[in-house]
């Protein structure tokens, strides 16, 4: 989770918050003097500070029209996205605001929002104290207030998802200061990224939840301070929300340039393809496209040889979204390391990129692909003196894999695999597997079944390579495909074999990783650690990179960390691409500084020109 903003430098000594001790009513105990300023920055130096707008944003970006596009999930029930429950709503984020907003351009930098300064003690990361902007609002008029903060937090710790839980795990107590002081104990003193996560929560209205279950799957409209509203929605079908004129943090540093759209439209489909076929009939307007067959050949439709629809692939400094298999390692067929390695040697990468992905993927050989936090080469220095400690306790092929220059397995392209199949059948021998009549069985007789769970039609395609390549080893590999709503709750509860992953990571990676990988999370339902990973290498790297001092022991921690995951073979890491492929009608602007860590459609903005023409050639081809 980075969710971050901004504003301009406020630095105050000691003396200040000493001074103000009595009116805020509470003694700090801290050994260094108390800052406060209008930003929070971890591991480097903040560049917009005093910026009126970001430079990726178009102050004068004109205001009015529709970004719409297709959801992720083919249904929702849920508006209440926090809780764990049910099939979440898509875009409901914009209805709320967060006590700071993300820098897109800067690693760990967070400017004002809801709060307009923080005040914290550099040596001390016990506590932190954010002080709330008196203008901010409800979207009913109401004031954004301390309290407000509080019973949000308190409502997350104590109902929200597991995965939240575990995120928010060592915030100790929020305590109301004064109406716009709200203070945030840590249980721990050295986690540096603690006064930063809490600042990017949203905000609740205590007044809206009164008289209402906050852990019931709901299709309540809610009450946000953000910058739009709901308009609409017809359950699982569609949700459009409108901006909010009245929008109190418009003139924000942050937002200037921002929220362009008047509407933002959110269409359900049964899967991908058919959302496809929505979006050349003009049904949406802005496609992300993830799939490379479609990037490759797709785009021949009549809107986009015409020039109505424009294709770009951009830029990005992030790590790639890691795909992969993931082994659900709670299953006795995929505790054995040697098992999880054998089938990785299964899936035949090479042959696919050439044959499906018309050569536009990179195999992804890290965690962190695409981004300095990738682990390459073997150990340096630094790395190898956190790895000695653990490598006695890791397994011979863990600990091999730890210190080697990693790479997966490679195979000639040719669909045969031949080599790779033979090292995974020596690696499932020495499991204690054998054969008989061609079909692999485990030391009780029993035929090595399994089944791949996946939600989404059009993954077959790239599946069935991989079970082909596991029947020639005699495993009995099929897929299983389900609804929406199905797949979610087997996922929430881990009630699979194998399941496909697809999930972004961060370029400031802390208290989230462990949501991912921890002992602790393996065992928490919802949580998103799937494979359920318990290593005490791994939890003692993600405590070390939660209390990294700096950015160069962050990277080192990160790295040494991917080399454990990878070694692991907990997942297997399939491919991705390392730009934003993105396709849209031709009506958006945006500006020609890109932001370096995300795509940024929050500051794009519609034509109205280019809009008129687009619409003009709608409504020639529904004549």
């Known amino acids: 989770m980075e969710n971050l903003k901004k504003q301009q430098i406020t630095t105050r000594a000691a003396g200040w918050l000493l001074a103000m001790g009595s009116s805020i009513g509470c003694a700090l105990t801290a050994t260094a003097a108390p800052i406060t300023q209008n930003y929070i920055a971890l591991h480097s130096k903040p560049l917009y500070a005093s910026a009126t707008a970001m430079p990726y944003a178009n102050p004068k970006a004109p205001k009015g029209g529709m970004l719409s596009q297709s959801a992720v999930l083919a249904t929702f029930d849920n508006f209440n996205t926090l809780n764990g429950k049910g099939t979440p709503a898509e875009g409901i984020g914009l209805v709320y605001d967060t006590l700071m907003s993300p820098s897109l351009d800067e690693p760990g930098i967070r400017y004002p929002l809801l709060a307009e300064r923080v005040t914290y003690d550099p040596d001390d990361s016990s506590y932190v104290i954010y002080h709330i902007n008196p203008k901010a609002r409800f979207s009913n008029g109401t004031p954004v207030t301390a309290a407000d903060v509080v019973f949000s937090f308190n409502m997350l710790l104590t109902k929200g998802a597991p995965g939240i839980k575990v995120y928010l795990a060592e915030v100790d107590k929020v305590i109301a200061l004064n109406k716009l002081a709200v203070r945030f104990n840590f249980k721990s003193k050295d986690n540096i990224e603690l006064p930063s996560i809490v600042g990017e929560v949203p905000i609740y209205s205590q007044k809206d939840w009164q008289g209402h279950d906050y852990e019931r799957v709901s299709l309540r409209i809610p009450v946000g301070s953000g910058p739009y509203l709901m308009d609409n929605f017809v359950a699982g079908r569609s949700i459009t929300y409108k901006r909010n004129p009245n929008y109190w943090a418009k003139d924000l540093p942050v937002n200037v340039g921002r929220y362009n759209f008047d509407r933002m439209r959110y269409l359900y489909f049964r899967n991908p393809d058919v959302a496809f076929e ?329 034509d109205p020109a280019k809009e008129k023409r687009v619409m003009q050639y709608l409504q020639r081809q529904q004549k």
Do not use: C
């Open 278 to 606: 929505g979006f050349k009939a003009g049904q949406y307007f802005f496609q992300e496209e993830n799939k490379a067959r479609t990037w490759s050949i797709g785009y021949n439709f009549p809107a986009f040889n015409q020039k109505y629809v424009v294709k770009k692939a951009i830029s990005n400094q992030n790590p790639v979204n890691l795909q992969a298999f993931v082994f659900n390692t709670r299953r006795p067929l995929f505790s054995d390391i040697r098992v999880r390695q054998a089938l990785t040697y299964a899936y035949d990468y090479e042959w696919l990129n050439k044959a499906l992905f018309y050569g536009h993927y990179d195999r992804i050989q890290s965690y962190f692909y695409n981004s300095e936090l990738a682990a390459t080469g073997t150990p340096s220095a630094a790395e190898l003196k956190l790895l000695k400690p653990w490598l006695d306790k890791l397994s011979p092929i863990q600990r091999q894999g730890v210190l080697t220059n990693w790479q997966f397995p490679k195979s000639d392209a040719s669909g045969f695999n031949r080599n790779n199949l033979l090292k995974a059948r020596e690696l499932l021998l020495q499991a204690g597997y054998h054969y008989q009549h061609g079909k692999l069985m485990d030391k009780s007789g029993k035929p090595f079944r399994f089944e791949i769970l996946i939600r989404q039609d059009g993954l077959q395609r790239t599946i069935l390579p991989f079970t082909r390549n596991l029947a020639r080893l005699g495993i009995d590999a099929t897929i299983r495909l389900v609804d929406a709503p199905q797949y979610m709750e087997r996922q929430r509860t881990f009630d699979f074999d194998m399941i496909t992953l697809a999930t972004s990571n961060t370029i400031s990676p802390g208290n989230e990783q462990a949501q991912y990988w921890s002992s602790v999370s393996a065992d928490q339902e919802g949580n998103y650690n799937l494979a359920g990973i318990k290593n005490p290498a791994i939890d003692a790297m993600i405590d070390l990179i939660i209390r990294a001092p700096n950015r160069e022991q962050l990277i080192t921690r990160t790295r040494v960390m991917d080399r454990l995951l990878r070694a692991g073979y907990y997942l297997i890491p399939t491919y991705s691409k390392s730009k934003y492929w993105v396709a849209y009608w031709d009506m958006y602007g945006y500006t020609a500084q890109r932001p370096k860590y995300d795509l940024g459609v929050d500051y794009w903005w519609v």
